[in-house]
Antibody, heavy 120, light 106 residues
Framework: EVQLVESGGGLVQRGGSLRLSCAAS????????LSWVRQAPGKGLEWVSG????????YYADSVKGRFTISRDNSKNTLYLQMKSLRAEDTAVYYC?????????????WGQGTRVTVSS | DIQMTQSPSTLSASVGDRVTITCRAS??????LAWYQQRPGKAPKVLIY???TLGSGVPSRFSGSGSGTEFTLTISRLQPDDFATYYC?????????FGQGTKVEI
């Protein structure tokens, strides 16, 4: 069974930085495309970023391009999201999700989410 | 970006009802369409992918159909666990985009 466990969320000031982590198990990590999806309070789902199994291909939503960096450590089965220049509109629950069948896929498994609050 | 529009935004129903949710895409997404269920305070869960393929462990009362720009999710006989918010999502093009959600309430 695939398990994705996010961590690293918290309260940060506007303009600040935060790094989210997602520890994965129950899958062939280095072959698995992964993504971050967020959900602002009371709102719908928004795809944020995706990364291929090797880490060689990455994609970003326009709303975070240039501020967020997705990466992975295949030796640690861990996905990351480095967030900089945070804005109030980045306040959300951030989910790590497994993409199937590939980077341009649907979200097959989800973590429980980690909450990020950007204070102004 | 491809825009996904769901209707209705809210749906009131009773246990045992047949429920249909519609998702329209701003351009063709072929059959690269998934549906998710999200209960309050929980992560989303995939119900259906590739328009009509049930996710692992998903009850057969859920079904999906459509192609191109118009898709439907049908719940044949609503159960108490099914009161939740449902999202469609296209993965034909980057970025993957979601509908705004349909809340199914009692």
């Amino acid at each position: 069974e695939v398990q994705l466990v996010e961590s690293g969320g918290g309260l940060v000031q506007r303009g600040g930085s935060l790094r989210l982590s997602c520890a994965a198990s129950g899958l062939t990590f280095s072959s698995s495309a992964l993504s971050w999806v967020r959900q602002a309070p009371g709102k719908g789902l928004e795809w944020v970023s995706g990364i291929s199994g090797s880490g060689g291909v990455t994609y970003y939503a326009d709303s975070v391009k240039g501020r967020f960096t997705i990466s992975r450590d295949n030796s640690k089965n861990t996905l990351y999201l480095q967030m900089k220049s945070l804005r109030a509109e980045d306040t959300a629950v951030y989910y790590c999700a497994l993409l199937k069948p590939n980077l341009q896929g649907f979200f097959d498994s989800w973590g429980q989410g980690t909450r990020v609050t950007v204070s102004s | 970006d491809i825009q996904m529009t769901q209707s209705p935004s809210t749906l009131s129903a009773s246990v045992g009802d047949r429920v249909t949710i519609t998702c329209r895409a701003s351009q063709s997404v072929s059959t690269f369409l998934a549906w998710y269920q999200q209960r309050p305070g929980k992560a989303p869960k995939v119900l259906i992918y590739k328009t009509s393929t049930l996710g692992s462990g998903v009850p057969s009362r859920f079904s999906g159909s459509g192609s191109g720009t118009e898709f439907t999710l049908t719940i044949s006989r609503l159960q108490p666990d099914d009161f939740a918010t449902y999202y469609c999502q296209q993965y034909f093009n980057y970025p993957q985009t979601f509908g705004q959600g349909t809340k199914v309430e009692i």
